[in-house]
């Protein structure tokens, strides 16, 4: 059904949560429906009860229940797990993003012999129909899936279905700020950015705000060449923009600091068959994105090489992935990252894990889990082959020996799913609308 634009950006506003959320915090809150204590009320050695409520959307209250969420399983050692899925005496089967997800194989079996574990490389899409499938047909194959949720429908629609459940280690989600752990259990964060040549601005990133992304030169003609990924065809590109959009108001003022004046507002939205609010600063900003001139470029390396390739007379900007950082040292690209961009530089996007309901081994999906996140005291092992410049670990006792910034220092932010979802699908409309109608 489409939503209607301008009534869900203030319903987004006074979403109910059943879980608090906020700090990160050893113990959860007391007045925390979802942070079950011990059933001893002591040190926690027992396992807590059950959570209250659907994780996720609960269709039958029409309310949200937030991370973290505490279960039977969230006290559970490693060591508790690992004689429960020797009992189970089935593959671990895991549906994975991340062709890197192959290199845990050989650091589990050494930790924990006498398991078998499957890894399956999908893309992103495939991850979560296939799952959707399986639980439909009754032919459950998959236990663990990783993969991102970048405009809210995992969190929305796949635990409501039935499909998924959710997994909080409470140990190791004492070592996660609590803001990272609402919609879902992260693996690591990562993000896009905007790339600029070195050569071309040896001073530094000749951008500090979106709105300078799109400007004009004096003669009316494009002051930056601009290429990216088929923004309509990427969710995670689009979230962003629906972000925008959420945040109208940081996005006027960001406009205003850098040019001193107030926003025109130029948008006309009247050929929407919903609503779109008036004077909306995101809204300004997509209707202004969408008319520039762009090449798309399905390859990330490809993208970088394009900024690369560019000189100051004929600047480019590209938005690729963070990882694609690694062409400067393997390639010697002339590239780095424009970063505290205004109003925000980019959306945190994390890579997470996601246990399958009613799989055939829900012990060892669970040590998987834990394992891959580096077990009790994050020395498993398992997370060694996600360390890489553009990936950033989100427990405060893995060190990050990749990047040379931290994660708070790049002036991203938490991805906001409550709001993205509710606006998403107007957003691809409008960007394809719009697109349409940009200058061949």
């Not at 970088?304 to 040292?329: F, M, Q, W, Y």
Request: glycine share 8%; aromatic share 12%; proline share 5%.
């Amino acid at each position: 059904m489409k939503k209607k634009l301008l009534a869900l950006l203030l319903a987004a506003v006074m979403v109910l949560s059943l879980a608090a959320c906020g700090g990160k915090s050893d113990t959860p809150a007391a007045d925390n429906p979802g942070a079950s204590q011990p059933a001893d009320g002591g040190s926690g050695d027992n396992a807590a009860e059950p959570a209250a409520g659907q994780f996720g959307y609960d269709r039958a209250t029409g309310t949200e229940v937030y991370g973290p969420y505490w279960d039977e399983w969230s006290d559970m050692t490693d060591e508790e797990l690992y004689e429960l899925a020797k009992a189970e005496n089935n593959p671990i089967n895991v549906y994975a993003t991340s062709s890197k997800m192959m290199k845990v194989v050989d650091s589990f079996n050494e930790k924990w012999p006498g398991l078998e574990l499957v890894i399956s490389d999908l893309d992103s899409d495939e991850v979560l129909s296939k799952a959707e499938i399986e639980n439909q047909t009754n032919n459950i194959t998959a236990d663990v899936l990783q993969t991102k949720d970048v405009n809210g429908d995992v969190f929305f629609e796949y635990y409501s279905k039935g499909i998924l459940e959710p997994f909080y280690p409470r140990d190791i989600c004492s070592h996660i700020e609590e803001e990272n752990l609402k919609f879902s259990f992260p693996l690591y964060a990562s993000q896009a950015f905007w790339y600029y040549n070195t050569e071309a601005f040896p001073d530094g990133q000749p951008i500090t705000s979106w709105w300078q992304i799109i400007e004009k030169n004096p003669d009316g003609s494009q002051k930056y060449r601009i290429f990216a990924k088929e923004i309509g065809q990427e969710t995670a590109y689009l979230s962003l923009f629906a972000s925008f959009i959420s945040n109208a108001e940081e996005m006027e003022q960001a406009y205003k600091d850098i040019y001193g004046t107030d926003l025109e507002y130029t948008y006309d939205a009247s050929s929407f068959p919903f609503e779109v609010p008036a004077n909306n600063a995101g809204v300004e900003y997509l209707w202004r994105f969408t008319q520039a001139k762009m090449t798309f470029i399905g390859d990330g390396d490809e993208l970088v090489l394009a900024v690369h390739n560019s000189t100051k007379d004929d600047p480019a900007l590209c938005l690729a992935s963070a990882g694609k950082i690694e062409n400067r040292e393997e390639s010697g690209y002339n590239i780095a990252w424009c970063t505290n961009l205004t109003p925000y530089t980019a959306l945190l996007n994390t890579e997470s894990m996601f246990m399958v309901k009613n799989c055939d081994s829900p012990a060892g999906g669970r040590l998987f889990i834990r394992h891959v996140m580096g077990g009790v005291d994050g020395e498993s092992g398992g997370f060694k082959p996600f360390t890489k410049e553009g990936n950033w670990p989100l427990r405060d006792d893995v060190e990050d020996k990749k990047n040379p910034v931290s994660l708070h220092d790049l002036g991203a932010r938490a991805n906001d799913l409550d709001a993205i979802y509710s606006i998403f699908p107007d957003v691809q409309d409008m960007w394809t609308y719009w697109r349409d109608q940009a200058p061949k």
